[in-house]
């Protein structure tokens, strides 16, 4: 079996208690803490910049999945590389220069993925494939926690592990929105090995550690 990989989504994070939400992520077992940057412009939405990653890095050991909604991202690639991001994942939809964006985020000696929105076709992913660490197959349209899982990316998910598996084994397959106990198991079985969640790791009433290893449970 595939080895499974929970990211949690800071963006449902209390950013008042950051460093707490982190330590308490480490020690309920998440393998990569995931970031989400947005600019107001890619996406309907702002966040935090390479200035709360920095925070981060000095708060946890674990690796920064740092998730770019923003227009030309090459711009701050080398922001967030500095700042200490361990990979930093940029939209194809994003850049007319995809290929360069991600050739600079290897220059920057960090892991490059490429996120690929619901109607984005995935035969971008036979461009650039060599140049990248982890493709992240959108589930929701950027912007927002909180959304519903669009079931059509099940299909894509298991396109995506077809290309990976014949063209590049080793990238890693990240699925990301509306990953719940109901869906976890699903986008996994589809070919993902990395789930991002947001709401359904800091949400909720049992706490972070708790809602991980139902998550988990969940998927075995
Ligand atoms: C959406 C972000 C996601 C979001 C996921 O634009 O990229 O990472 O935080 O949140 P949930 O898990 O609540 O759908
Ligand atoms: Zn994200």
Do not use: W
């Amino acid at each position: 079996a595939r080895a499974l990989k929970l990211a949690p989504s800071l963006l449902a994070a209390d950013f008042a208690r950051l460093g707490d939400e982190l330590r308490a992520a480490e020690a309920g077992g998440a393998d990569l803490i995931h970031v989400d940057v947005m600019d107001g412009h890619f996406v309907p939405n702002l966040s935090l910049g390479p200035l709360i990653v920095e925070a981060c890095r000095r708060v946890t050991s674990l690796p920064l999945d740092v998730h770019l909604m923003i227009s030309s991202p090459e711009r701050y690639i080398g922001a967030f590389a500095e700042a200490g991001a361990d990979i930093i994942t940029v939209h194809a939809e994003a850049t007319p220069h995809l290929h360069r964006a991600l050739g600079l985020i290897r220059e920057c000696g960090v892991q490059a993925g490429v996120a690929l929105n619901p109607a984005t076709p995935l035969t971008v992913l036979n461009e650039v494939l060599a140049l990248v660490d982890l493709v992240l197959v959108m589930s929701v349209n950027p912007g927002f926690g909180g959304q519903t899982f669009i079931e059509g990316s099940l299909r894509r998910l298991r396109a995506a592990r077809a290309i990976i598996d014949a063209q590049r084994p080793g990238c890693l397959l990240e699925v990301d929105g509306g990953i719940n106990h109901e869906t976890a198991p699903r986008a996994y079985h589809a070919g993902a090995d990395v789930l991002v969640a947001g709401s359904a790791v800091f949400g909720g009433e049992g706490g972070v550690a708790h809602n991980l290893t139902a998550l988990r449970e969940a998927v075995q």
